[in-house]
């Protein structure tokens, strides 16, 4: 089970952390993603974190602006955003998965997402 939360309305500029809280099974030794769906948009790959956090991903349009990063003791995942434009608006959901990828498809675990929204 995955429960995300931190979503909120933010100035663009700004910054956000949103969190991902998983249950130890969904949690332990899986890839972590987050994707997110802006208004009108297909659900697209943000970034993902190896189950040790030694390997990480990031879509270009967010790297140098946000940070992947995980706490296995708390089981909990975390995508910091800063520097956020409106384009950044969209729900944000984390996944899991033993092997992972860039693509829908490749998590089989989701949260229900939170919406982030960036205005301008």
């Known amino acids: 089970q995955l429960v995300e939360s931190g979503g909120g309305l933010v100035q663009a500029g700004g910054s956000l952390r949103v969190s991902c809280a998983a249950s130890?099974?969904?949690?332990?030794?899986?890839?972590m993603g987050w994707f997110r769906q802006g208004p009108g948009k297909e659900r697209e790959f943000v970034a993902s974190?190896?189950?040790?956090?030694?390997?990480?991903y990031y879509i270009d349009s967010v790297k140098g602006r946000f940070t992947i990063s995980r706490d296995n003791a708390k089981n909990t995942l975390y995508l910091q955003m800063n520097s956020l434009k409106p384009e950044d608006t969209a729900v944000y959901y984390c996944?899991?998965?033993?092997?992972?990828?860039?693509?829908?498809?490749?998590?089989?675990?989701w949260g229900q997402g939170t919406q982030v929204t960036v205005s301008s």
């Open positions: 996944a899991a998965d033993p092997e992972g990828g860039t693509k829908e498809k490749d998590f089989g675990s």
């Open positions: 130890g099974r969904t949690f332990s030794r899986n890839v």
């Open positions: 974190i190896s189950w040790r956090g030694g390997r990480t």
